[in-house]
């Protein structure tokens, strides 16, 4: 089994991704850590906690972590979301508690747990990266206890919070360039699962239709229809869950490594992941930022439909 860990925002595609690390067997959930992005902080810890009720995972620790981006103002998606979150959708809501560590320190125990055992931890961020950024300057020993990271963010072409940024990134510009350089110095592999293949990984309507017997596919189904009717579609991406489908078979993602930077500035392009695709042997002085130190597998392509079938064959 892979441990790991997810820190997430918790809206329709976040539990996508909760369901199937959830309840996949070849992986050990060992904690979920919250920040505010998709909704308030709130109703982030409430889906999350709902997610993994549904799921069957009461044992798994939720903690609370950050609310509001290192810099600026929250910015939400309750449009593509809902009100709460989960799409306003008629579910029965957990009644459990989050463990009494703020997220960062929950992701400080855990690995630093892991690098004294050994068994190193992979840690799939599908948030703003603002908890991990947190983590990693605070307490730079715990990545000891990483074996990689796995992030849901950023793009190479386009965005779509802006046209230039990735809403991950757009929402805590400064957390992400903060956890970017951070794994190059502390020297954790990092791979951006961004937009260029976000979309990729779909399930129709009609498979959703065929979830039914249990409250994990049922929970699926329904996330599947509303992610459809949103984008008035006969199906819909898992989004996030491709992350965690990446990590489960990594060989269905397709990357490249590439240095990349983060855009803090720009007028037009703040929040852009800027995805140095120069040829590194050419003679490049005459650019006087240089190449990035750090060095990401980014992911240029993926098997949707073996995915798909993943995902699917996991929250049923």
């Known amino acids: 089994m892979k441990p790991v860990i997810l820190d997430v925002d918790t809206g329709l595609d976040d539990a996508c991704a909760l369901l199937l690390a959830a309840r996949h067997p070849e992986l050990d959930l060992k904690a979920v850590t919250c920040a ?55 579910w029965p809501r957990s009644t ?34 603002t908890n991990i950024a947190l983590l990693l300057r605070t307490y730079p020993d715990a990545a000891a206890g990483l074996r990689e990271i796995v992030f849901m963010g950023g793009a190479a072409r386009i965005g779509n919070a802006t046209a230039s940024a990735e809403f991950n990134i757009w929402t805590d510009p400064e957390a992400a360039a903060i956890v970017l350089t951070a794994a190059g110095e502390l020297g954790v592999p990092t791979t951006m699962y961004g937009l260029d293949v976000f979309y990729d990984v779909v399930v129709t309507l009609e498979q959703a239709r065929g979830l039914s ?63 140095d695709t120069r040829d590194w042997s050419a003679d490049l002085t005459s650019d006087p930022h240089g ?23 996991t929250v049923s």
């Open 96 to 129: 459990r508690t989050t463990d009494r560590r703020h997220a960062v320190e929950l992701l400080r125990d855990v690995l630093r747990e892991a690098a004294a055992t050994g068994e190193l931890i992979t840690l799939i961020p599908l948030a703003p990266l």
């Open 291 to 313: 190449l990035s130190p750090t060095k990401v597998q980014v992911a240029t392509a993926v098997d949707g439909k073996r995915y798909a079938e993943l995902w699917l064959a």
């Open 213 to 275: 017997g249990s409250p994990s596919a049922e929970l699926a189904r329904k996330l599947i229809e509303k992610r459809s009717s949103l984008y008035q579609s006969d199906g819909a991406s898992i989004g996030d869950g491709g992350a965690v489908c990446a990590v489960i078979d990594p060989s269905g993602l397709t990357t490249q490594p590439f240095p990349v930077r983060i855009e803090l500035s720009g007028s037009w392009s703040r929040g852009r992941t800027i995805v």
């Open 36 to 90: 505010g992005g998709n909704v308030g902080l709130d109703d982030v810890v409430r889906n999350t906690l709902t997610v993994l009720d549904a799921a069957g995972r009461p044992d798994v620790p939720v903690a609370r972590g950050a609310a509001v981006p290192l810099l600026q103002p929250v910015r939400m998606a309750r449009h593509v979301h809902g009100a709460d979150g989960l799409g306003d959708i008629d």
